[in-house]
Nanobody
Framework: EVQLVESGGGLVQAGGSLILSCVTS????????IGWFRQVPGKAREAVSCMTPRLGRTYYAPSVKGRFIISVANDKSTVYLQINKLEPNDTAIYYC??????????????????????????WGRGTQVTVSA
């Protein structure tokens, strides 16, 4: 069973940094892309970053490029999202999700994720990030 569990959220001051973790089980990173998303109540979920570990490719939404860094741990079961220079509008619930590469393609899964066009994934329950001004 594919499982993803996010952690690392909390209350942080603007300008600070945070590292979110997505611990996964039940699948191989060789077959999946991992995306990070965020959602504010009442607004649509937004993709912020995606990685295809087997290809070593990373992607970012234009709104977060330069501040967010996605990476994979050496154990190849944990994906991190480092958020730098936090802003109050980064406040959201952050989710990670896994997308099988056979659904959208090796090189096209993450671009679809970033465009918010990938919907057939397995999701974690999210971790709350709150940024105070």
């Amino acid at each position: 069973e594919v499982q993803l569990v996010e952690s690392g959220g909390g209350l942080v001051q603007a300008g600070g940094s945070l590292i979110l973790s997505c611990v996964t089980s039940g699948f191989s990173f060789d077959d999946y892309a991992i995306g990070w998303f965020r959602q504010v109540p009442g607004k649509a979920r937004e993709a912020v970053s995606c990685m295809t570990p087997r290809l070593g490719r990373t992607y970012y939404a234009p709104s977060v490029k330069g501040r967010f860094i996605i990476s994979v741990a050496n154990d190849k079961s944990t994906v991190y999202l480092q958020i730098n220079k936090l802003e109050p509008n980064d406040t959201a619930i952050y989710y990670c999700a896994a997308f099988h590469l056979t659904i959208y393609g090796d090189y096209t899964t993450c671009p679809a994720v970033i465009r918010n066009e990938a919907h057939s994934g397995s999701w974690g329950r999210g971790t709350q990030v709150t940024v105070s001004a």
